[in-house]
């Protein structure tokens, strides 16, 4: 196991945009999952959590973020409640953003994005937007 760095993940990580690997704006940092060491002296981030819900938890508006995600899980594909879970070691470098070293969809943090795109945008004449 390689050492890893000390620091501040509210300060460093929480609210910063996430970069695919291809580039591609994919989410910002909702929350963080931390484990505890053996000893339970030190904690480390083993994932980045994000998508519609956990920043509402966050902030303490529990019905916001449980509404957020009852609308997330409806239109994601696949159906599933629960925020995009990022494993922390996808995580290839921490700076004004956060690079990832997988692909947008590999991530999956757009679904709501994708279904607005598709039931929504697209029906709006003059809106310009194919979908695929």
């Known amino acids: ?3 890893g760095r000390r620091l501040w993940a509210g300060m460093r990580l929480l609210d910063r945009q996430l970069v695919s690997n291809d580039g591609v704006l994919a989410g910002c940092v909702d929350d963080l999952e931390l484990t505890a060491s053996d000893d ?3 904690l480390y981030v083993t994932a980045i959590l994000s998508g519609p819900g956990r920043l509402a938890y966050r902030v303490g508006a529990l019905r916001l973020g449980r509404w957020l995600q009852q609308v997330h899980a409806a239109v994601a594909a696949p159906p599933r409640p629960e925020p995009s879970r990022i494993p922390f070691n996808v995580v290839a470098d921490i700076g ?3 690079e990832l070293g997988c692909s947008n969809d ?3 943090t757009a679904s709501l994005e994708r279904w607005a795109r598709d039931h929504v945008v697209t029906h709006i004449p003059g809106a310009g937007i194919e979908t695929q």
Request: cysteine-free.
């Open 96 to 98: 004004s953003h956060i």
């Open 106 to 108: 590999e991530v999956g």
């Open 40 to 42: 339970g002296n030190d």
């Open 1 to 3: 196991m390689t050492t």
